[in-house]
């Protein structure tokens, strides 16, 4: 079953109502499992969408400088 993939300001905010869940510490246990199991997941797409956006900015910036090395010419 394929995971519906979510934009990252949605799951940074599913993510940041989980961590205010946990921290009120009034969450039964097997639901803090749970919610930490989908913070885990959530933080970990997070992760992968800012490496991803970070190399996609290199690879601009590469090809930029390059344009702009061939105009100085």
């Known amino acids: 079953m394929?995971?519906?993939e979510i934009p990252f300001d949605e799951a940074m905010?599913?993510?940041e109502q989980i961590v205010?869940?946990?921290e009120q510490?009034?969450?039964p246990l097997e639901n803090a499992i749970e919610l930490?199991?989908?913070g885990m997941e959530l933080s970990k797409l997070c992760s992968e969408k800012l490496?991803?956006?970070e190399k996609q900015l290199?690879?601009?910036m590469g090809e930029n400088k390059e344009e702009v090395g061939q105009n100085d010419e």
Do not use: M, N, P
């Open 20 to 22: 205010r869940q946990l």
């Open 25 to 27: 510490g009034d969450v």
């Open 58 to 60: 290199v690879t601009f």
């Open 51 to 53: 490496q991803s956006a």
């Open 2 to 4: 394929a995971k519906k």
């Open 36 to 38: 930490y199991q989908k």
């Open 13 to 15: 905010l599913q993510l």
